[in-house]
């Protein structure tokens, strides 16, 4: 697995180009919220999407919703998440 700060950059990738946004990664932050107030907009059907890249890309699977919201906050959270998920993985 790659450090944290190429994690990061490789999730801001991943954003950008699953979600089609009409900016580039430098705009996204890793602590920005990526929902709500202040945040970069991402929606629910945005939230789908990431879901479904997260799986695709790094095994991570995301259950419910509850788990979405706690997971989806940041480009840090998402990071933690896959890191962990990464850790479980070998442990096995």
């Not at 944290?4 to 990061?8: F, I, T």
């Given at each position: 697995m790659s450090t944290?700060?190429?994690?990061?950059a490789e999730i801001k990738r991943l954003i950008?180009?699953?979600l089609m946004l009409q900016f580039g990664v430098e705009k996204i932050t890793n602590?920005?919220?990526?929902?709500g107030p202040d945040?970069?907009?991402l929606d629910s059907v945005d939230?789908?999407?990431l879901?479904?890249?997260?799986?695709?890309n790094y095994g991570l699977k995301i259950p419910d919703p509850e788990a979405a919201r706690t997971i989806l906050q940041s480009v840090d959270t998402i990071a933690a998440a896959?890191?962990?998920h990464a850790g479980?993985?070998?442990a096995v």
């Open positions: 944290s700060e190429e994690l990061k950008v180009e699953n602590n920005q919220p990526l929902f945040s970069l907009g939230a789908l999407q879901v479904v890249a997260l799986d695709k896959v890191t962990a479980k993985q070998v």
